[in-house]
């Protein structure tokens, strides 16, 4: 991909303070765009809402901050705003929006990230002995967020006639994901991604799902009890891939001049690689993951 590739484009991520947003975030940077990097855990007050994860996994707090990921974004090349956001507060979401036409004029990328399910520790049990308290956090605060965040986002977009929102999933050809909350909040995001592209296809915006594979995010190193650079001696992680291979997937797509031709289909990161030609940050194809893998 040419470097530099997306200069002058102005994108919203949310939930990036960490994960998959970040390292959407960081790859957008490293391809010169200005990015709002949206979440709620700022310095000195980290995000609520991992209490109950963290217990279970004996981690002490969620790393990561909107203002280190817009830092780092900056120092890559970009143009890094942080934004300190609640996602599932509509009047915050609206007030973002508004800001990024206010000092922007455009928004040439969303990407629908943030994500609540961390309310709750995902068990592989049946439904019915896994907590209704899923539902809060996979979609009052996971498929609803990017709802909202598209709803806010589309008069700018359908009015400047060209655009692209990414709405980060997770499938594998519709097979079963093992939990039915998980599952069907992650069908959902997919269906919805499909269902905008069809209103916005007469406006010139796209709007695709993205699958990333089983990634190396900052939790799940903890959860592994190690970090960035010492996973490769954990034998369980080694056909992980970092946050930072699914961003290269977005660059790839916002870069892409018939992106239109994708739009309301589901994409898996390791397809688009082979298809892009871009590889994870150490070199490696990785494929995409598959269940049972």
Known sequence: MQERALEGAVAV????SRGAGRGIALELGA???????TGRSVRGEPGSGYERFLEHHRME???GTIEETAEEVSRLGGRGIPVRCDHTNEAEVAALFERVERESSKLDLLVNNAWGGHQNPIGRGPFWEEPLG?????FQSGLRNHLVASYCAAPLLVRQRHGLV????FWDRDRYIDNLFYDLAKAGMTRLAFGMAQDFRPHQVASIALSPGWMRTELVLGVSGTDEEHWKESPELQGTESPRYVGRAVVAL?????VMEKSGRVFRTGDLAKEYGFTDIDGRWIPPFEIGD
């Open 254 to 258: 916002a870069t892409d001049p018939k």
């Open 61 to 63: 707090q969620a790393p």
């Open 13 to 16: 991520v949310t939930g990036a």
């Open 134 to 138: 899923h539902w809060e956090g996979m």
């Open 166 to 169: 990414v709405t980060i999933t």
């Open 31 to 37: 391809a010169g765009a200005t990015v709002y990097v």
